[in-house]
């Protein structure tokens, strides 16, 4: 058998290990990094991969921290935000509420055709001097303590070989090597199922409806390149456009209130869609002769208990934790886990000790788990009302954008002295975020679910639009640490505004929120919102 030795071993050659492997390149350019992928490219254009739309922090690292903005603009769909219909049960969209924006937000998402992109970085990864092999299986691995080296055992079309590496990263999505090895899987208390398939044909969700005033609310009338909801009590559709030329259409719903049987089929989502969705069943109906796959995930949502190890081992992407697709978080988990590991490397050349590291670089990545997956769980009963789940979105964002958003643009995420030192108001944010999460639940159960023909348009929430543009500001740690601190307070205004609201109609549920009621700054975004 073949037996060399490499710095670093990345299982799966997907998006994770792939991203992973540029960024160690492009940090340390002189490192011998091996990523073994089973899959031989190239894939076919609208690959068969969950993962297609990006949210701010995954565009972020695609194009400022690995490089890629070049081919995200020209191979791939600007994304024109998330867009949500309240449409159970309904073929008439022009008359129910929307919620998005009439124009795209200054700072770029992508909807990303992962075949494409995929190829891409498998050939890009060869031309940065990355040791990328395809057509592999891996038969086993042996874990090594103290400084002892990684074994990896694979095969190819040449024979068996061995690999050694001081470090073992596992990016092998939900096969999960290390994660199975080690009984790493938790659940996470959030149980939901997934279908999704692809058709090969444009699904052009603003020809849906031939309602002038409905058709002139978006400029460009393009919300096709929107990441559309079509939302529905314990469940919501996804409506995604691939850069190919396909559309991925998804059925996302929470377990108990919609089981997989009745969907884990096409023909049985397509009945599903018929009841629940039927403008979207009549779409795929018209073009269902161009059926490009079909699957589904069970329970596609778990924990994990280690993320990375003193023993130089890490997990990144869905061989590690998984969240939920509703936000599309996937690879913003995949940028965090992936700088985490980054550094960790850099400590480990320098001859630094890498266990307290760590240990607080897991902490923190399950803290930002954690608190994205209160925006998940126990919540899809909710998403079907009209009244309740906007604001939610809303806040979801706020919370996403004032937070986590600003400590990862502004390079903070292995800065433990700073976290260290804004420990207050992170936590005064995670709090309040619990509580929030909470008070939707409350609200839903008495809400009048009214759901008007309108458009609740965020970019009229200026507020809100600044947030956005803001993002890529440089800052230095005073002005970062002022602008934690006013987006903390943002969001208790934000909160205020919100028990403001559903107070007007149910007075009962100012109940243990008094301390946020008359905010100034709450009814001043009260106002602007009605407005």
């Not at 052009?204 to 009590?233: F, Y």
């Not at 208990?305 to 939920?324: C, K, N, P, V, Y």
């Not at 630094?352 to 209160?374: D, G, K, M, N």
């Not at 679910?449 to 543009?469: C, G, K, S």
Request: proline share 3%.
């Amino acid at each position: 058998m073949e037996s060399t030795t490499h710095e670093a071993i990345i299982m799966g050659g997907g998006l994770a290990g792939l991203s992973l492997a540029m960024q160690l390149k492009r940090e340390y350019p002189d490192i011998d990094v091996v990523v073994l992928e089973r899959q031989k490219r190239p894939l076919p254009d609208a690959a068969h991969k969950v993962g297609e739309s990006t949210v701010e922090i995954a565009a972020h690292y695609f194009t400022d921290t690995l490089g890629l903005r070049d081919h995200l603009e020209q191979a791939h769909i600007r994304k024109f935000g998330f867009r949500f219909f309240f449409s159970e049960g309904r073929d008439d969209l022009a008359n129910v509420t929307e919620l998005g924006v009439s124009a795209v937000l200054p700072t770029p998402s992508y909807q990303i055709d992962r075949g494409i992109l995929e190829n891409y970085m498998g050939e890009e990864a060869r031309r940065r001097g990355i040791d990328f092999r395809e057509g592999v299986t891996v038969r086993g691995f042996d874990i090594a303590t103290d400084d002892a080296l990684h074994a990896v055992r694979y095969a190819d079309a040449d024979g068996e070989h061995v690999l050694r590496a001081r470090w073992l990263i596992d990016a092998s999505g939900r096969a999960g090597l290390i994660r199975r090895k080690l009984d790493l899987t938790l659940d996470n208390g959030h149980h939901a199922n997934a279908v999704w398939f692809r058709i090969d044909e444009r699904l052009a969700i603003d020809g849906w409806c031939d309602d002038a005033e409905w058709q002139g609310r978006c400029h460009p009338p393009e919300r096709w390149r929107s990441t559309n909801h079509l939302v529905g009590p314990g469940y919501w559709v996804w409506l995604i456009p691939l850069s190919s030329g396909a559309h991925s259409v998804g059925i996302v719903a929470d377990a108990a209130m919609h089981p997989l049987d009745t969907m884990k089929t096409f023909d049985l989502a397509l009945d599903w869609l018929r009841k629940h969705q039927p403008v979207v069943a009549r779409e795929v109906e018209k073009h269902q002769d161009k059926l490009l796959d079909f699957a589904f995930f069970r329970n596609y949502s778990y924990g994990c208990s280690r993320m990375f190890s003193a023993h130089r081992w890490a997990l990144t992407g869905e061989a590690g934790a998984f969240l939920d697709p509703f936000y599309s978080p996937g690879s913003d988990f995949i940028a965090i886990a992936n700088t985490y590991i980054t550094l960790l490397v850099g400590y480990d050349r320098q001859g630094v000790s890498i266990a307290p590291h760590a240990r607080q670089y897991e902490r923190l990545f399950l803290t930002f788990y954690e608190s994205t997956l209160r925006m998940y769980r126990g919540q899809y009963n909710l998403f079907g009302d009209p009244e309740v789940l906007p604001i939610k979105v809303i806040w979801d964002y706020a919370y996403y954008w004032g937070v986590l958003c600003q400590i990862v643009f502004q390079n903070r995420l292995g800065d433990g002295a700073f976290i260290a030192r804004m420990g207050d108001d992170l936590v005064a944010a995670s709090e309040l975020n619990t509580r929030m999460q909470a008070f939707f639940q409350r609200w839903h159960a008495c809400s009048d679910r009214r759901n008007p023909r309108q458009m609740l348009d965020q970019r009229d929430l200026t507020w809100f639009a600044d947030m956005n543009r803001t993002l890529h500001d440089q800052l230095d740690d005073a002005s970062l640490a002022e602008r934690l601190h006013d987006n903390v307070a943002m969001m208790r205004s934000l909160a205020a505004c919100t028990v403001e609201r559903a107070g007007a109609d149910h007075p009962e549920l100012f109940e243990g929120m008094e301390d946020l009621v008359g905010e100034d700054a709450g009814r001043a975004m009260y106002e602007e919102w009605v407005a």
